[in-house]
């Protein structure tokens, strides 16, 4: 897809589970370790996704920077 806002690089953010999160900005790709629940305290994964997007958009517009 083209890219018509060339203001700010691209990002991709992709979750793995308890495998590291992967962010990759403009050539950049850079991994995040996950912090590991006890599976004893996990009731539902429903909504894990939706809720680390917004997390992570809410952080990324407070900064107003890049992910680091």
């Known amino acids: 897809m083209p890219k018509i806002n060339n203001k700010r690089p691209r990002i991709v953010v992709i979750t ?3 495998s ?3 962010v990759a900005e403009g050539s950049k790709l850079m991994k ?3 912090a590991l629940i006890p599976d004893e305290k996990i009731v ?3 909504g894990a996704g939706d809720a680390f997007v917004g997390g ?3 952080r990324f517009v407070v900064d ?3 992910i680091e």
């Open 16 to 18: 793995q589970g308890k």
């Open 20 to 22: 590291p999160v992967i």
């Open 32 to 34: 995040f370790p996950v």
């Open 44 to 46: 539902d994964t429903n």
């Open 56 to 58: 992570f958009l809410s």
């Open 64 to 66: 107003g920077s890049s």
